[in-house]
C-alpha cells in the first residue's frame, strides 16, 4: 500500500507560481511512476504531468508545457509540480497518483494510488 498527502496548494494571482509537493509512504517509491492530475469543477480529471521511477523521463500536457516541471526525490520519497505563468484556467484539485509501473503513464486508469488532493486557486 502506498498513501500520497498532497500539499502546496492555495490562491495565487495570475501570472505567478506555485509548488505542489506529493509525500508518499513505503519502501518501494522509487520504483514507481509517478503523475499529477487535476479536476476543475464540472470537469473530468485530466493529466497533467508524468514521471518515471528514476525521474530521467519526464511528460506533459499540452495545457501546461513549458509552464510546469515535474521532479522526485527518492530519498525523500516526494514528488514536486513546479508551475509558473498561472492562468485562471488552470484552477483545480490536484492529486498525486502512484502507479505500480516504472514509466510514465498518461491516463488515471494506469494508476493505482491517489492522493486526497490540493485546491489550487488562480485569481484573474
Known amino acids: 500500500q502506498v498513501q500520497l498527502v498532497e500539499s502546496g496548494g492555495g490562491l495565487v494571482q495570475a501570472g505567478g507560481s506555485l509548488k505542489l509537493s506529493c509525500a508518499a509512504s513505503?519502501?518501494?517509491?522509487?520504483?514507481?511512476?509517478m503523475g499529477w492530475f487535476r479536476q476543475a469543477p464540472g470537469k473530468e480529471r485530466k493529466f497533467v504531468a508524468g514521471?518515471?521511477?528514476?525521474?530521467?523521463?519526464?511528460f506533459y500536457a499540452d495545457s501546461v508545457k513549458g509552464r510546469a516541471t515535474i521532479s522526485r526525490d527518492n530519498a525523500k520519497n516526494t514528488v514536486y509540480l513546479q508551475m509558473s505563468s498561472l492562468e485562471p484556467e488552470d484552477t483545480a484539485v490536484y492529486y498525486c497518483?502512484?502507479?505500480?509501473?516504472?514509466?510514465?503513464?498518461?491516463?488515471?486508469?494506469?494508476?493505482?494510488?491517489w492522493g486526497q488532493g490540493t485546491q489550487v486557486t488562480v485569481s484573474s
Open positions: 514521471i518515471s521511477w528514476s525521474g530521467s523521463s519526464t
Open positions: 497518483a502512484a502507479r505500480t509501473e516504472s514509466y510514465i503513464g498518461a491516463r488515471d486508469y494506469e494508476y493505482d494510488y
Open positions: 513505503g519502501r518501494t517509491f522509487g520504483r514507481y511512476g
